[in-house]
Nanobody, 120 residues
Framework: QVQLVESGGGSVQAGGSLRLSCAASGLRFSSYCMGWFRQAPGQERERVAIIATRSTTMYAHSVTGRFTISRDNAKNTVYLQMNSLKPEDTAVYYC??????????????WGQGTQVTVSS
């Protein structure tokens, strides 16, 4: 059974930083694309950052230069370092896994989400 458990969310003032972690189990972690997605109230879930099996990364335009995704295959963990946070970054952040690294948001495995709130 695949489990993805996020941690590290919280409340921060604009300009601050947070680091999200996602611990994975029940899958061959090194063979999976890992991603961070977010969903704000009343909005669709959007892709934030993706890291492929060979650590190639892709970012949403809105977070490029501020967020960094990384993975530690020895710990089965993916991270999202978020710097220079803005109020518009406020959302529930979800970790996801996909062995096909498909486009869109229909990845097969998801965590429960962690809230990030950025105040102005």
């Amino acid at each position: 059974q695949v489990q993805l458990v996020e941690s590290g969310g919280g409340s921060v003032q604009a300009g601050g930083s947070l680091r999200l972690s996602c611990a994975a189990s029940g899958l061959r972690f090194s063979s999976y694309c890992m991603g961070w997605f977010r969903q704000a109230p009343g909005q669709e879930r959007e892709r934030v950052a993706i890291i492929a099996t060979r650590s190639t990364t892709m970012y949403a335009h809105s977070v490029t230069g501020r967020f960094t995704i990384s993975r530690d295959n020895a710990k089965n963990t993916v991270y999202l370092q978020m710097n220079s946070l803005k109020p518009e970054d406020t959302a529930v952040y979800y970790c996801a896994a996909d062995d096909l690294c498909r486009s869109g948001n229909t990845w097969p495995y998801w965590g429960q989400g962690t809230q990030v709130t950025v105040s102005s």
